[in-house]
């Protein structure tokens, strides 16, 4: 089975309507998709709109791909569960979110074995008739590396946060 999950927050019609069709012409393959608030109804493909955590887990791990929005859980969850998962990143400039974090998401995550990027809807479509050749992600460690624990830890260590007194005051400087 293929897992298809737009998130919760937005809709991402584009995503959703290119694996239906997809899904269209593949009867064979099984695809279930959270489509959250869409306002486009999957046809070839059974969907929900959202979908409780505990069953959402329990489809991750039944499924053999994972197919997601660029978000940062979706990755982290295929990687986790050592599913392939491909990631089209939503398009603030069509509209698709806010800004553009799901495009710098994709170019951090993208080189890493077991995650595809589709740049665009057709190579989406290229990747899925690929299924049978991806690889899962690799599992995550479990403990971040030396090097940022001791660059988190001198930041935390010289970091002076601002009194709250001085916060204000600058607040009521800044409204005169």
């Known amino acids: 089975m293929i897992l298809l999950s737009v998130g919760t927050q937005l809709p991402f019609d584009r995503l959703v309507s290119t694996v239906d069709a ?3 012409r593949r009867p064979d393959v099984e695809v279930f998709a959270q ?4 306002s486009y109804a999957p046809k070839a493909m059974k969907s929900e709109a959202f979908i409780d955590p ?3 887990r329990t489809l991750q791990a039944q499924c053999s791909l994972m197919i997601s929005h660029a978000g ?3 990755i982290i969850n295929a990687m986790e569960m050592r599913k392939p998962i491909i990631i089209l990143p939503r398009d603030h400039l069509r509209g698709e979110h806010r800004n553009g974090h799901q495009m710098s998401t994709v170019q951090r995550f993208r080189h890493l074995p077991g995650v595809y990027a589709a740049r665009d809807q057709e190579h989406l479509v ?3 008739e690929q ?3 991806l690889q899962p992600c690799e599992l995550l460690p479990s403990q971040a590396p030396d090097d940022f624990i001791t660059g988190m830890r001198d930041y935390i260590a010289v970091a002076r946060p601002m009194p ?3 916060i204000l005051a600058r607040a009521v400087r800044s409204a005169l």
């Open 35 to 38: 489509i959250g608030p869409s």
């Open 164 to 166: 709250l007194w001085r």
């Open 22 to 24: 997809w899904a269209a």
């Open 54 to 56: 505990d069953r959402f």
């Open 131 to 133: 299924i049978d050749t």
């Open 72 to 74: 940062i859980g979706s």
């Open 126 to 128: 290229e990747l899925l």
